[in-house]
């Protein structure tokens, strides 16, 4: 019976994630080598691409400082109260329990153009939804939990017993965080961080709604390859997609590979 499950599991795994990888990838080069190249070095490829990497940038950059921030609030801010600690908690998890598309129907209707906080940023210059600052947003939104769910577990296990006494030596604010948690934490941001940018590279439905996916302006990877899919492009959209998914598989391994080597060291 043992053997059974084992054999179940290794064939769900193979129909769930290594077939699909497998035709991605014949999909990918149906049309050979230089198919591939094509599809990944047009234009509206290059921009988007391009495109990706700010937006993984810019999130990565806004959750690392804002994931710290909110994880040290939640695990050390008593001033805040446990029962406010306890409703900021699960705001937190809000984007799982939402979906993408949901959450970017949320940022539409609060920033919007016919909103009264998208008609100011637009008078002055900054449109919010259907441009890059939007789809930052929408990304960053899906992205949160990951970085504060990291920081989390470990500012628990240290405990503020140190924090406590670096104070009580004079220490300021940002000397302690300096010398005393971010050691202790800089691996639980590596990871998040790790996280954020393959979870990044990845987001379709918020992206799709704030950004209107306008070629050449507002198209991430993603919708690049949801435009390819539609118009049939199949070749095309199986060579982006394989860039992306070699990229995050990447990540995720070396975060592997820097696990094992934390260990052993």
């Given at each position: 019976?043992?053997?059974?499950w084992?054999?179940l599991t290794?064939?769900v795994?193979?129909?769930?994630l290594?077939a699909p990888?497998?035709?991605?990838?014949?999909?990918?080069?149906?049309?050979?080598?230089?198919g591939f190249?094509?599809?990944?070095?047009?234009?509206?490829?290059?921009?988007?691409?391009m495109?990706?990497g700010l937006?993984?940038?810019c999130v990565t950059v806004?959750n690392?400082?804002?994931g710290?921030?909110?994880?040290?609030y939640l695990?050390?801010?008593k001033?805040?109260g446990?029962?406010l600690?306890s409703v900021m908690?699960s705001i937190v998890?809000l984007?799982?329990?939402?979906?993408?598309?949901?959450?970017?129907?949320?940022?539409v209707?609060?920033?919007?153009?016919?909103?009264?906080?998208?008609?100011f940023?637009?008078?002055?210059?900054?449109?919010?939804?259907?441009?890059f600052?939007?789809?930052?947003?929408?990304?960053?939104f899906?992205t949160?939990?990951l970085?504060?769910?990291e920081?989390?577990p470990?500012l628990e296990?240290i405990?503020?017993?140190?924090?406590q006494?670096?104070?009580?030596l004079?220490?300021?604010?940002w000397?302690?965080?300096r010398?005393?948690?971010?050691?202790?934490?800089?691996?639980g941001?590596a990871?998040?961080a790790?996280?954020?940018i393959a979870?990044?590279?990845?987001?379709?439905?918020?992206?799709?709604?704030?950004?209107?996916n306008?070629?050449?302006r507002?198209?991430?990877a993603?919708?690049?390859?949801?435009q390819?899919?539609?118009?049939?492009?199949?070749?095309a959209?199986g060579?982006?997609?394989l860039?992306l998914a070699?990229?995050s598989?990447?990540l995720?391994l070396l975060?592997?590979?820097t696990?094992?080597?934390?260990?052993?060291?």
């Amino acid at each position: 019976m043992k053997k059974l499950w084992i054999v179940l599991t290794y064939l769900v795994f193979a129909v769930l994630l290594v077939a699909p990888l497998v035709k991605m990838t014949q999909s990918a080069f149906a049309d050979g080598w230089s198919g591939f190249v094509e599809s990944i070095s047009r234009p509206e490829a290059l921009h988007a691409l391009m495109m990706t990497g700010l937006v993984v940038l810019c999130v990565t950059v806004l959750n690392g400082i804002f994931g710290i921030m909110t994880a040290l609030y939640l695990v050390r801010g008593k001033w805040l109260g446990r029962r406010l600690r306890s409703v900021m908690n699960s705001i937190v998890d809000l984007p799982y329990a939402v979906s993408p598309v949901i959450g970017g129907l949320m940022i539409v209707l609060l920033v919007g153009p016919d909103t009264a906080i998208g008609a100011f940023f637009a008078k002055i210059g900054i449109n919010i939804v259907y441009a890059f600052p939007g789809m930052v947003i929408a990304t960053l939104f899906v992205t949160f939990p990951l970085m504060v769910r990291e920081i989390m577990p470990v500012l628990e296990e240290i405990g503020d017993d140190q924090e406590q006494a670096s104070a009580t030596l004079g220490a300021y604010g940002w000397t302690t965080f300096r010398r005393v948690t971010w050691p202790s934490i800089r691996w639980g941001v590596a990871y998040g961080a790790v996280l954020t940018i393959a979870r990044s590279m990845g987001e379709f439905g918020a992206v799709l709604v704030v950004s209107g996916n306008i070629i050449n302006r507002t198209q991430t990877a993603t919708t690049l390859v949801y435009q390819d899919v539609e118009n049939f492009n199949i070749a095309a959209a199986g060579g982006i997609a394989l860039v992306l998914a070699a990229f995050s598989a990447g990540l995720l391994l070396l975060m592997e590979w820097t696990k094992k080597r934390r260990e052993v060291h």
